[in-house]
């Protein structure tokens, strides 16, 4: 779940910057400001803890990408989205 929503939401990222979304293409060209989100959300062990720490990044980092899509629709999807973490 973690990798899907990272996925997820380095797409949005590469979409708001007309870069090629699918399979990640795209990610590398993206801007060190846009990946800075994203430089802390992979798990670094199997660990209850570590878990958890690398899915509210992943949160934080996907609800800021949504926001830049529908401001609206991230304040919404943010809170719900947020108490999973």
């Not at 973690?2 to 996925?7: A, L, N």
């Not at 795209?26 to 802390?40: K, Q, R, S, T, Y």
């Not at 062990?45 to 949160?59: D, N």
Request: glycine share 10%; with cysteine.
């Amino acid at each position: 779940m973690i990798s899907g929503m990272r996925d997820n939401a380095l797409a949005l990222a590469c979409i708001r910057h007309g870069l090629t979304a699918s399979h990640a293409k795209g990610v590398d060209l993206l801007p060190v400001e846009v990946l800075a989100p994203f430089a802390h959300s992979l798990v670094r062990e199997l660990e209850g803890r570590e878990l958890k720490r690398a899915f509210r990044v992943v949160i934080e980092a996907w609800v800021m990408e949504l926001g830049f899509v529908d401001v609206e629709l991230a304040e919404r999807m943010g809170g719900a989205v947020r108490a999973l973490g």
